[in-house]
């Protein structure tokens, strides 16, 4: 297969339960220009090189619009992109005004302080499992635990909780290049979703503003730093985004992460035995199964040469993060489940200025969840494997996984 139709291969859903031994031959050619113009970076070192390089742009407006690539469900010209979607300076603006009441150095402990109420929650969820020998991970734990965890943070009040089901399907759906639906119509979808997310977010920014409580939404509707404060429009796309972003990949985190374990019963029965182990474990989960495998929204701003290929200014770039988790010439053994492993610095999270400033969330809620499991669940086994997978190839993770136990611990 030449290199120019693996990424076709990779998009194509029957390939979705395993795209690795795909991504292992699209690493012959480093660099591989596609049919429709989209150049695909699959080996560790040179997507990490890009990750950092400032000449590659994030920003879907600098994209030569000969250059070929999907078209991207964010080109909206009446909303501004998000700020993952720009580059220095304003992205810097945006991201450090988010990030002021989410983290260091202004709230420290916002995350370290929720590990008692999330580990409430998961008991809570599994509690509910009382009674049952089969669940569907999915729509039980995987998809609830994060939308409570999410809406919680930023203060949606939990009977409202439901309302983003529809509009998340949608709007990841506009990241789905694996599907027959007409492009166009998958990017109008998004952008319509987009928008009645944005007008009941609208409402929520208005009466946290009115009467702010401690959640993430009334500090971003109230602070002024040194930036200034965030825009009306501002507040709704971050909104949209923290919303999406902030449950969507975890579901597939913790969803691969238990298909992961029960295919290695040993490690199930490590985590079990020693949940110290959940870091690490965490860890190599993020490197092994990623739940972001590629991210295709990079420009050039620039002739760049890349492993020996040179990428025009202004054609589209696609980094294939999953792939660069399994890259021989970076860690050892990449195809084999390592929770001890050490040397482990993935991509599951980016690298560099667009490093996701979820990560520390994402890696709480997914110890908390797989350490739990593995405790509770009486002998669990697969239903089906593989399971079905969601169609999205980007935020690739199974969209049901039945599992059955012979009962719970308490």
């Known amino acids: 297969m030449s290199a120019d139709t693996l990424v076709q291969q990779i998009l194509d859903y029957d390939n979705r339960a395993d795209p690795y031994p795909l991504y292992a031959e699209l690493r012959r050619t ?30 879907a407006r600098n994209r030569d619009p000969l250059a070929g690539g999907p078209p991207l469900a964010e080109d909206d010209p009446n909303l501004p992109p998000s700020f993952i979607r ?120 208005e009466e946290h503003r009115r009467l702010p409580g401690d959640d993430m939404f009334s500090a971003l509707a109230t602070d002024r730093s040194a930036d200034g404060q965030l825009s009306a429009i501002e507040l709704i796309v ?59 929204q990079r420009t050039c701003l620039a002739d760049i040469d890349v492993a020996g290929t040179t990428i025009p200014k202004g054609s589209p770039i696609w980094l294939f993060l999953a792939s660069g988790n399994r890259d021989p010439r970076r860690f050892h053994d990449p195809d084999r489940f390592t929770p001890e492993r050490l040397d482990n610095q993935h991509l599951g999270f980016g690298s560099s200025i667009h490093y996701c400033f979820g990560a520390p969330l994402a890696r709480l809620e997914a110890q908390l969840a797989l ?3 593995a405790r509770r669940l009486g002998d669990p086994q697969l239903v089906e494997d593989p399971p079905p997978y969601r169609s999205n190839p980007v935020l690739r993770g199974p969209r049901h996984l039945q599992l059955a136990f012979s009962g719970l611990a308490p």
Request: net charge negative.
């Open 238 to 296: 971050t909104g949209v985004l923290l919303l999406i972003a902030g449950h969507e990949t975890t579901v597939n985190l913790i969803t691969n992460g238990m298909l992961t374990l029960l295919r290695n019963p040993d490690v199930l029965k490590r985590l079990r035995d020693d949940p110290a182990l959940a870091p690490r474990l965490v860890e190599e989960l993020l490197r092994f199964e990623p739940p972001v495998q590629f991210l295709p």
């Open 86 to 205: 720009l580059d220095p300076p304003e992205h810097d603006r945006v991201r450090r005004m988010v990030t002021r009441p989410f983290g260091p150095p202004v709230s420290p402990r916002r995350i370290h302080d929720m590990r008692g109420e999330l580990a409430q929650m998961v008991s809570a969820l599994i509690d509910g499992f009382d009674g049952k020998d089969r669940i569907d991970l999915v729509e039980d734990f995987a998809y609830p635990f994060p939308v409570k965890v999410i809406s919680k943070l930023l203060g949606v009040p939990h009977e409202d909780e439901p309302l983003f089901h529809r509009w998340a399907e949608a709007i990841v759906a506009g990241l789905d290049f694996g599907t027959d639906q007409d492009p166009e119509e998958r990017v109008r979808n998004a952008q319509q979703a987009r928008i009645e997310l944005g007008r009941y977010l609208a409402g929520l920014i």
């Open 371 to 373: 350490t739990e499991l």
């Open 30 to 59: 480093p660099v591989a220009r596609q049919h429709d113009g989209v150049y695909a970076v699959s080996t560790y070192w040179e997507i990490l090189g890009l990750l950092h390089d400032p000449r590659i742009s994030s920003d």
